[in-house]
């Protein structure tokens, strides 16, 4: 090559074209580089912009999403008796000014399964959103479907489950012209919604409703009603939705941890892509300046030609990146639609603005990547010496440099820990740790191969040692890339199967029982005790009151429970006494949250004093349990007590024990006209909590495998650059007899042993960032810390799995090696020929 | 689904299930299949035809009001309630039941020289959301209300109307100084060449008194309104495609409606009342009156006339029209001008313009 | 000690195929000390690769110490280099990642002749002792050359093939480089095969060898 520029007839006046020619044509006689330079960066783009693209879209449908949850939880009136009433009641508030709409619900058993009815008036339900078990969303409907909707026998909307068995109910009761079903896969299985007239017309619920909807936006307390309506009708608040805020806020988490991994791992790739791309071509440049092309063209040419690929390599990036957004897009829509039970856009398009920054991220990182190359070429001396290559002095030097780095990011990720507040320095503390631990990397490596040196004694073994060691320089950037992409995943991974954790167990000890219910009132909850007590397949009722009371002026939850084993088997404490139950049940005894304890430093042994009917009452502390996502203190005693002391205390929740748990729902439901919300089967919520985790985690996972994919990228794109420079390496070896063969497998050995040091390297740093997720993120993030749960499988799998990818990005290079022709070896040696 | 959607469905689409896409406008071009016919020498019955028609398909209460404000300034308000019915009644309707065919729509403006405020209400009959009777009188739709006053202060019959939207709203005590006007042959009143036709009468005669307000701005105000009643079961002919509604009080006390049904091809069916102060009328035949828009205005993406040239020359009437806003436009489902006019010329007049179909 | 027979070797260039080496016969006993000079590209460094099995030959027979390197295998090429030769270079061709002393042992202990008294022996008389922790590119040019000869004469190879030895040192670093290595020769009794232009050079040796157009004269 060197050969050639010579010969090519360049001065300062040189044509411009000549010189772009000389230095573009590296490209053309390295094709290999090329294309690996350019689908680095594709990736690292890809990556970053696929992320942008599946946050940005998720959060946009959050908003859609939470509007319409919000459409759906509106505040709603309903009887004193939690019964149907008088539909009089809907004029009578329309004519005083009230925005209301009504609801009616029915529900009958048809083989076993519950099918709740939903009637309401379309005319007067601007909003397009109603629903009371699930939420749903009803698009509209053009003219002859609204009429059709609305007249005789008119029309019920079911899933396509629902609807098959409503069509086999209607035959089978042979009910008069019943009403067209019709079949809307958005809908929640169980429920059919029609109009007012269709559903009070087959339930036999002529002139009654179950509710009236008030707007969303109306504040709800300000509701004056018209006398008698006053008198019959009470306010139901809006229904809490506490849990889906918390798995929401997990998933935006999620994601923005790995968006920051993506911008880093980027970052990375890019610059040790470049670098080697510029190193590489040092000697060709040092020509073209001896030849007497100005340091400013050589420079001004190099900035157009990097720009030039970084437009390339980023516009392939956007599109791979939309790519890979759209085959993530699925999940992402199907735990929304999880989380909400609402349509959600499942495509992607393509916005300009991706296209601006994942271009405008390439160029940024390649210019940024090539400064200390356009450096190194504008400091060049034209007389370098291309002798022995001081390649120690130089590592010295960058491993120092990096060193330095790694301290200054760990300074700053301790003062964001200790002075920072919220969301963006715990991000912070996570960044500096990140850096830290990367720039600290080559260091370690280094003083591991140094000790590997000193143990090593045949000669190959002492020489593999010690050109790992000197080839840490080349590929200390591409090791930092996988240490990165190990950490943020065994930390991320950690995070997300600690949280699953301790959310299964949390739900294990919560929902020990079968099935909850909230009765309509104290007498209805009467009632449906007494009728349980009398089934055989429902082993024990449970009740659960609950109080509110105060301590020392601040709010308090008062819950009380039933001395029963599914309670002793499950419950599990943070700190309790070894006769936690007996005194519990004794009486006289409590046992408090993490947050009341912490809120008050009272923990067990230790007494508290709550307001009662009659006065304080001073009550011994046995246990303390943990109670994520719940923001106020609570005091937890048998119903006894709760009962002596709080006379007025609510009695309308009871947990079953039953193994029969979808019948006893259904019979429960049909007996005592309960609302499908009202009773929640503990298995069926399990399962749909963990379904819309585990759907959260697929994409955790495959952004994880795709973090690996490009840090093996990275690292396959230095090795193919450091290949030619290997052969020089070990052409002396091979001359005094190893054959390739060999030097072929040590050179894979090395770059495993590179890569199973970095993923024990990468082990502390997972757990560091996990630490950093639960202890600090998630802190700032939700106000509560996460236990740290370790998995060392999980580390495991992790690790083979980069060693794979360095194992995969080595290969190429060393069966390059062993083919190694031996003209191209001993040209090595060549005076002449 | 819109409130857009469900109008279509409900006014539009009108009856016909099988009829995609309903003729004339607002689909009152429509056949009136099943429905009660309007007929000549049917007697006009008070006060029973103040309320419901329910074997007609469709029917409205139409109050507007030119009022004057205690510092000068001039407002119109607007009261409409309309009854429209996908089928015919075929037996007495229960009380308090969710009406699968009738549905009701109300609509309010209030109009300045500068805003123009409006709002619409929609409702299903036979709940009591909305809904009229005549005795004692009293139409309504939600909270707004347009009902005869139970304590009357004379002879003559007063009411109370009240509405509201998005920063506007009204109440206005109305007492009626005249007897009711009808048009038409005695309350016939055809509106095509094939024939079609409704029974219309009016109070002219109304007295007005409340407050209005306006952007959070509460007004004392007086003035005169117009009470229109009308039903039909077909009352366009298919290729009529909107039309040109006057009302106006001269300053000599005469009144005078007049109405331009425009089909397809612009040809305008023409017919009018003329009223003297006592309530006498005379029926004015199209071949007398003549009508020219002479001013456009773009409004709302459309070209409509604010400005009209109005002759009647059996009348010695050569006046022109001009709107106290041209921008009043009711931005309602289905969206038409309404607002209030002055007349000069050869008379003063105020009054009331209504034009559908632009 | 090295038996050459009508050995051709040519390269293919994109001109086509290029002769490097015509019908070349030659016959160097053990201990003796040739010298084989010529022009820049006549193909002395080819004849000093293809008789260390560096690269292949096309027609014709190379036998070391009896054996046909033609014949041999990689990994009997290979075994072939550890055991029976050492290459001297121009570029000195050290491992730049290990020390001086690793460097100096390494071919050695390839070979399984490592001799610690004769490497010490070797580290002194090339004044390389007090260079022994150093990296190559710590030294200057003189002392790596005189560390690849102590290296190729720590595996006491029975044929040493020496491309240039002095190439790229000055004339009072090559003349005490040169005076060692012969010295060295003589005492271990080995075979040299050395390449060269420099006629002053070639003169030390026992016999020369001229090469030209790929062809002995």
Known sequence: ?833 | MTIKSLFLALIASFVMATTAVGQGFAGLGDKAEGFEKVVPERAIQFPKDFGTHPNFRIEWWYVTANLTAEDGRHFGAQWTLFRQATQPATETPAQNHWSTSEFWMGHAAVTSAEQHFSAEKIARGGIGQAGAKHEPFEAWIDDWNFAEMQVKTGSQPAYQINAWGDNFGYTLDVVSTGPIVLHGDAGYSVKSDAGQASYYFSNPFLKVSGTINVDGERLQVSGNAWLDREWSSQPLASDQKGWDWFSLRFETGEKLMLFGLRNNSNQSFKSGTWITHDGQTEKLAGPLIELQPTRFADIAGRRVPVKWSVKIPSKNIAITIGALNDNSWMTTSISYWEGPVTATGSHKAIGYLEMTGY | MLKINNLCKSYSTPQGEMDVLKNLSLDIQAGEKVALVGESGCGKSTLLHVIAGLEPIQAGSVKVGGTDVAALDEAGRAALRRENLSLVFQQFNLITSMTVADNLSFEAQLAGRYDPDWTNELSDRLDLSELMHRYPEQLSGGQQQRLAIARSFAAKPSLILADEPTGNLDEANSDIVLDIAFELVAQTGCTLVLATHSSRLAKRADRILRLSGGQLL
């Open chain 1, 1 to 833: 090559m060197t050969r050639s520029l010579t010969n090519t007839h360049a001065s300062e006046q040189a044509g411009l074209l000549v010189v772009a020619h000389a230095l573009f044509s590296h490209w053309r006689r390295h094709k290999i580089q090329a294309i690996t330079l350019v689908v680095g960066l594709a990736s690292a783009t890809a990556l970053w912009t696929a992320v942008q693209a599946l946050n940005s879209h998720a959060r946009a449908n959050y908003a859609a999403a939470a509007a319409t949850v919000e459409g759906v939880n509106r505040p709603a009136l309903v009887s004193n008796e939690g019964t149907a009433f008088d539909q009089r009641a809907f004029a009578a508030l329309r004519r005083a000014g009230i925005d209301v709409t009504p609801v009616i619900v029915g529900r009958f058993l048809h083989q076993n399964t519950v099918i709740e009815l939903t009637g309401i008036d379309p005319v007067t339900n601007r909003n397009g959103t109603f629903g009371s078990t699930g939420s749903v969303e009803h698009t509209a409907l053009d003219g002859q479907q609204m009429l059709a909707f609305i007249q005789p026998p008119g029309v019920l909307y079911a899933s396509t489950d629902t609807a098959v068995q409503l069509e086999a109910y209607f035959s089978s009761q042979r009910i008069e012209s019943p009403p067209k079903v019709v079949a809307r896969p958005d809908l929640t299985n169980g429920m059919a919604i029609g109009d007012v007239t269709t559903v009070q017309r087959l339930m036999a619920l002529e002139g009654r409703l179950s509710k009236l909807l008030l707007p969303a936006s109306a504040p709800a307390e300000l509701v004056d009603l018209p006398s008698p309506w006053n008198q019959t009708l009470r306010l139901e608040e809006a229904a809490q939705q506490v849990d889906l805020n918390g798995l929401t806020d997990s998933f935006h988490l999620n994601l923005t941890a790995f968006g920051l991994l993506c911008f880093l791992v980027g970052l990375f790739i890019v610059y040790s892509a470049i670098g080697l791309a510029i190193e590489d071509r040092l000697s060709s440049i040092r020509t073209l300046r001896i030849c007497g092309v100005s340091r400013r063209r050589l420079l001004g040419l190099m900035i157009v030609e990097m720009t030039g690929l970084a437009i390339i390599a980023g516009s392939i990036g956007v599109v791979l990146g939309y790519f890979i957004a759209s085959l993530l897009l699925p999940d992402i829509a199907a735990s929304l639609r999880g989380l909400y039970g609402a349509r959600i856009s499942g495509s992607l398009s393509l916005d300009t603005s991706w296209w601006v920054g994942g271009i405008a991220i390439s160029v940024l990182g390649v210019l940024a990547a090539a400064l200390g190359g356009f450096f190194r070429v504008s400091k060049m001396s034209l007389l370098e010496f291309k002798g022995t290559d001081a390649w120690r002095a130089k590592q010295n030097k960058t491993i120092t440099i990096k060193a330095t780095l790694a301290l200054v990011f760990l300074t700053l990720a301790l003062i964001s820990y200790g002075f920072g507040q919220g969301l963006m320095a715990a991000f912070g503390v996570m960044a500096g740790i990140l850096l830290a631990a990367a720039f600290l990397l080559p260091l370690l490596l280094k003083a591991f191969l140094a000790i590997g040196l000193r143990f090593a004694s045949t000669p190959l073994s002492r020489w593999f040692w010690a050109d790992a060691r000197q080839q840490l320089t080349g590929l200390s950037l591409a090791l930092m890339a996988l240490m990165l992409a190990l950490g943020t995943n065994i930390g991320v991974s950690g995070m997300v199967s600690g949280f699953r954790d301790t959310f299964d167990a949390f739900l294990e000890e919560r929902l020990s029982a079968d099935l909850y219910l909230l009765a309509a009132s104290k007498n209805q909850g009467r009632a449906i005790a007494a009728w349980a007590a009398g089934q055989s397949e429902i082993e024990a009722v449970l009740p659960i009151t609950g109080a509110s009371s105060q301590i020392g002026g601040q709010p308090v939850n008062i819950a009380g429970f039933e001395d029963h084993a599914s309670y002793r088997d499950t419950w599990s404490f943070l700190e309790a006494t070894h006769d936690v139950w007996d005194r519990t049940v004794s009486g006289g005894s409590v046992l408090v949250n993490e947050q009341l304890a912490r809120r008050y430093t009272s923990w067990v042994n230790s007494t508290i004093s709550l307001e009662t009917a009659a006065g304080p009452q001073v009550f011994t502390i046995v246990g303390v349990y943990s109670d994520y996502g719940n923001p106020l203190a609570e005091v937890r005693m048998v119903n006894q007590s709760v009962e002596a002391n709080w006379p007025d205390a609510t009695q309308r929740r009871f947990a079953l024990i039953t193994s029969a748990g979808d019948q006893v729902r259904a019979a429960i439901i049909s007996e005592f006209d309960l609302p499908g919300s009202q009773i929640i089967n503990q298995a069926a919520l399990k399962s749909f909590s963990r379904g819309i985790f585990e759907k959260t985690f697929t994409i955790s996972d495959a952004l994880s495998g795709l973090t690996l994919g490009v840090a093996a990228i990275a690292m396959f794109t230095s090795l193919l650059a450091l290949s030619s420079a290997r052969i020089s390496g070990v052409a002396p070896l091979w001359a005094m007899g190893v054959a390739r063969k060999k030097l072929a497998f040590y050179e894979l050995k090395k770059i495993l042993l590179l890569a199973i040091l970095t993923a024990v390297a990468a082990i502390p740093l997972g757990i560091a960032i996990t630490w950093c997720l639960v202890a600090v993120v998630n802190v700032e993030a939700f106000g509560w810390r996460l236990p740290l749960h370790l998995f060392p499988s999980q580390w495991a799998i992790i690790g083979l799995l980069g060693l794979l990818s360095a194992l995969v990005a080595a290969i190429y290079p060393a069966l390059k090696l062993q083919k190694t022709p031996p003209a191209l070896l001993s040209k090595v040696f060549a005076n002449d020929h």
